[in-house]
């Protein structure tokens, strides 16, 4: 299934296009402030704003943050704040986390996704409050 889920009354194609700019700019703002945007700003707003799945709302992100990640790492860069080595060694095992985690998507039940993304966010949000 791509998109929003099909039980969710989706509001006019103005609107939504308003949304999912809001949406991104929020992604792109804590992207550029946090280094995070995709998964912990977007996902949320998709699933409980727009009326994404799990699995719809976290392709979604994807698509969004490969142009986001894109252009932070560039203006990053500007200001000399990237280290390049340390992204080569980060982002090339990554690509098989990807694959595994692409893989294991599938195969789980989209409440589960949600489920666990939740939890994963609770946990970090605890972490970063006890620090």
């Not at 949304?19 to 929020?26: D, F, N, V």
């Amino acid at each position: 299934m791509s998109g929003p889920a099909s039980d969710v009354t989706q509001p006019s194609p103005r609107g939504r296009t308003l949304r999912l700019a809001a949406i991104g700019t929020a992604g792109g703002l804590f992207s550029g402030l946090f280094g995070v945007g995709g998964g912990t700003v977007m996902v949320p707003l998709l699933l409980l704003w727009m009326g994404y799945e799990a699995r719809s709302a976290a392709a979604t992100s994807l698509g969004a943050i490969v142009l986001i990640a894109g252009f932070a790492a560039a203006t990053q860069g500007l200001y000399g704040n990237v280290d390049v080595l340390s992204g080569v060694l980060v982002g090339v095992p990554a690509i098989g986390g990807v694959l595994i985690g692409t893989w294991l998507q599938q195969k789980l039940p989209s409440d589960t996704i949600a489920f666990a993304f939740a939890g994963l966010l609770v946990v970090a949000a605890v972490n970063l409050v006890l620090r």
